[in-house]
């Protein structure tokens, strides 16, 4: 009875569980039994191309939708029967954006605030705490039409965080970004992590966000082709990764299997060689291939090639 | 309850930070009665009083109207801007979002109307009288009923051209038909169907009742000829105390169904 009751502790601090999640738009399935465990203080991403289905996945969670089949679990509170308890733990910074332009900065804070039950001096005190996290203490008084598109980005940021939630949702958040924009972004959601403990599960497109994640689900079809640390899943392809550049991938392809006996993947206008120890032999791989080649060049294995290796399609 | 405040103090700040709904919503209205007024005062004939007298009760009614439905509109903007999504994932039961929806554009449209009538009575043409009060209540109820009414049609619509549509097939049809232009007249055995039809589906229209008591409260005094229907106050307190909570349970029961746009 007393293990019983603790694994039902250690169960209820986990930040997320996804058990044989279905849904479907009509007759198109858009996830096939999706299972996914994020442990506590990480940066997860669900990283995959439009249309994978982690959008989907992102509005189950995030209780915009309703589960259809299989099971969401939020800090041991459950999606469907109990949301209201999941809403109170979530934090959602959608890819859309949701600040009311109209309004200031404080404003829709403030909003924000007592739709979780915050108000006076605590929600001012918390308002006033979040923007100086995210510096934008000096822009408090500005209408949101006002703001560039990075600063927008933060407020919605701060708005996710002002009800102190233990986990962050974030759906596409480098979206409409520029490059300094989004290491600030970065700076702030490892800051959370690391001083709050605050668990970040983003969806992204970008295989060099996902990069910076500490554990990656990688989708495609609806569903979890690969989940693990990025360090990781690059290392099951191998270290080194040869890649050649041609119009004529069959061909070359055919022949690196026949002649060399390598494995290749093949996509739309290159040839990669993931085995071990190809690298080696990378003069007889040369050799073999330039004829056809535009370019050869040999580098670290990428998510982009753990894709390619779990679903035998380019990365697009 | 936070939140429905909340949300009607949103309602009302923007609509005053948009200048131009401040003044489409009363300028508009005000041109009405003014040109309908001068142009119509000749041909009208509605028992002992002219045109003007007779039409200002049913621009308060136009005011509420326009002002409820710009209000309403900014449902369909809140979703297409991703405001509402915000909204539908916080921990708060969707009943408040419907109520702060209410709440807030209904109290926009009663100041508006406040407005005109404060106006009306500075140059005279509605008198200060005891019924004044109760009038200012019957407003604001009418005004509560008419936000709730656009809540229902504007929480399925993803376009602000759909609601466009609503609002010309239904909503202005709804303010023509309810005695606040032309009265409604008894039925005579030779009346022609058409007659006929008109005069029902104006007595069995809600917003009759609501026009027909805020007239005899701007004009105590009035008499409208015998040969014109008009409802007892009591009948039009009544109908419009039903019409406001059926809109509003109705408008609380929209809000629960998801509605496409949501998915944005």
Known sequence: ?316 | MNTTVMLAWREWTRFFRQRHRVIAALGQPILFWLLFGTGMHQSFRGGGSDFMSYYLPGTIALILMFTAIFATISIIEDRREGFLQGVLVAPVPRWHIAAGKIVGGGAIAWVQAILFLLLALLVGSVPWSNSLPGLLVLMAITALGLTALGVVFAWSMDSTQGFHAVMNLVLMPLWLLSGAFFPIPHLDPSAAMGQVVIHWIMRLNPLSYAVAGMRQMVYPDLKLGPELWQPSLVLCWSVTLVFVVSTMLLAVRAVQRPSKGELK
């Open chain 1, 1 to 316: 009875m007393q293990s019983q009751t603790h694994v039902n502790n250690s169960l209820a601090a986990t930040p997320l569980i996804v058990k044989g999640v279905v849904h479907r738009y009509g007759e198109k399935a858009a996830l096939q039994g999706v299972d996914l465990v994020v442990q506590p203080g990480e940066i997860f991403a669900l990283l995959g191309p439009n249309g994978c289905g982690k959008s989907t996945l992102f509005r189950l969670i995030s209780t915009l939708v309703s589960i259809q089949q299989g099971t969401i679990e939020v800090f041991g509170a459950d999606c469907t029967s109990d949301r209201a308890q999941v809403r109170e733990h979530i934090g959602v910074v959608f890819q859309a954006p949701s600040l009311d332009g109209k309004l200031t900065v404080l404003e829709n804070l403030w909003c924000q605030g007592v739709m979780y039950g915050l108000s006076g001096k605590a929600l001012r005190k918390r308002s006033d705490e979040v923007l100086e996290q995210l510096g934008m203490s000096d822009r408090s008084k500005q209408l949101c039409q006002e703001l560039s598109g990075g600063m927008k980005r933060r407020v919605e940021l701060a708005k996710g965080l002002l009800h102190r939630p233990r986990l962050l949702l974030m759906d596409e958040p480098s979206t409409g970004l520029d490059p300094a924009a989004r290491l600030d972004l970065w700076r702030a959601l490892t800051q959370l992590r690391d001083a709050d403990g605050v668990t970040v599960l983003m969806t992204t497109h970008l295989l060099e966000e996902a990069d910076k994640a500490d554990r990656i689900a990688i989708m495609d079809q609806g569903r979890v082709v690969a989940c693990g640390s990025p360090t990781d899943l690059r290392k099951e392809q191998g270290s080194e990764v040869i890649t050649i550049s041609t119009d004529a991938v069959d061909d070359v392809a055919q022949k690196i299997e026949s002649q060399l006996a390598l494995s290749v993947n093949r996509l739309s206008s290159e040839v990669r060689i993931v085995s071990e120890g190809s690298v080696s032999r990378l003069s007889e791989v040369v050799q073999l291939a330039l004829p056809y080649a535009s370019q050869v060049t040999v580098g670290r294995a990428s998510l982009e090639d753990v894709f390619v290796a779990k679903t035998g399609r380019a990365w697009e």
